[in-house]
């Protein structure tokens, strides 16, 4: 059965969030908090799978499959924002915009950005910067949609079907605009 597409405050998306990661990971949702990890919390990479697909539902998104960083290194060329497994100082920039709740000065090593890619606070950010990029009501109705097949909304008033941007997508595009705001030229 179709349901209304959410537009959730910072507040009503905390506490969805933490609903789906305490359900997936059989925790009290108290625990899943702005600086928690999700490894913390006890996920392991198929939780994280689970994870993520339940929020793909839950807010009608699409995750990206790739993090930042390896899309950041797909725009603008090997040894930009990371070499030898460090990030370089235009990677600290790039990450800092990106991640503002984030300390990326401290981050040393790209096995660094792990824990930072898995802090409940950075995916939070990340499904509200989906949620904020992805239809929410009919451009011609102007009414709220409703969930379609996978991957698409639907309005319930002239049936018109939207495709859910793609994380990955979205993130290119983020990408593209940020290199050029902080001097980087991509490729």
Same mark, same amino acid.
């Given at each position: 059965?179709?349901?209304? *597409?959410?537009?959730?405050?910072?507040?009503?998306?905390?506490?969805?969030?933490?609903?789906?990661?305490?359900?997936?990971?059989?925790?009290?949702?108290?625990?899943?908090?702005?600086?928690?990890?999700?490894?913390?919390?006890?996920?392991?990479?198929?939780?994280?799978?689970?994870?993520?697909?339940?929020?793909?539902?839950?807010?009608?998104?699409?995750?990206?499959?790739?993090?930042?960083?390896?899309?950041?290194?797909?725009?603008?060329?090997?040894?930009? $924002?990371?070499?030898?497994?460090? $990030?370089?100082?235009?990677?600290?920039?790039?990450?800092?915009?990106?991640?503002?709740?984030?300390?990326?000065?401290?981050?040393?090593?790209?096995?660094?950005?792990?824990?930072?890619? $898995?802090?409940?606070?950075?995916?939070?950010?990340?499904?509200?910067?989906?949620?904020?990029?992805?239809?929410?009501?009919?451009? *011609?109705?102007? *009414?709220?949609?409703?969930?379609?097949?996978?991957?698409?909304?639907?309005?319930?008033?002239?049936?018109?079907?939207?495709?859910?941007?793609?994380?990955?997508?979205?993130?290119?595009?983020?990408?593209?605009?940020?290199?050029?705001?902080?001097?980087?030229?991509?490729?």
């Amino acid at each position: 059965m179709p349901s209304t *597409v959410l537009q959730p405050t910072d507040a009503e998306l905390r506490e969805r969030f933490a609903e789906v990661v305490a359900h997936s990971l059989r925790i009290d949702p108290a625990r899943v908090v702005p600086s928690a990890t999700l490894d913390e919390l006890g996920a392991e990479s198929l939780d994280l799978v689970e994870i993520t697909l339940d929020l793909e539902n839950a807010f009608a998104i699409l995750m990206p499959e790739r993090t930042i960083l390896e899309i950041g290194t797909e725009v603008l060329g090997e040894g930009v $924002l990371e070499s030898d497994g460090h $990030l370089t100082g235009a990677g600290r920039r790039f990450l800092a915009r990106r991640m503002p709740e984030a300390d990326v000065a401290g981050v040393s090593s790209t096995a660094d950005l792990r824990r930072l890619f $898995l802090r409940v606070d950075t995916w939070l950010r990340i499904v509200r910067f989906l949620i904020d990029r992805s239809p929410r009501t009919c451009a *011609v109705c102007e *009414v709220p949609l409703v969930t379609g097949s996978p991957a698409r909304l639907r309005c319930p008033s002239c049936g018109r079907e939207v495709d859910l941007p793609n994380g990955d997508d979205l993130n290119r595009e983020w990408v593209r605009a940020t290199a050029a705001e902080i001097g980087l030229v991509p490729r």
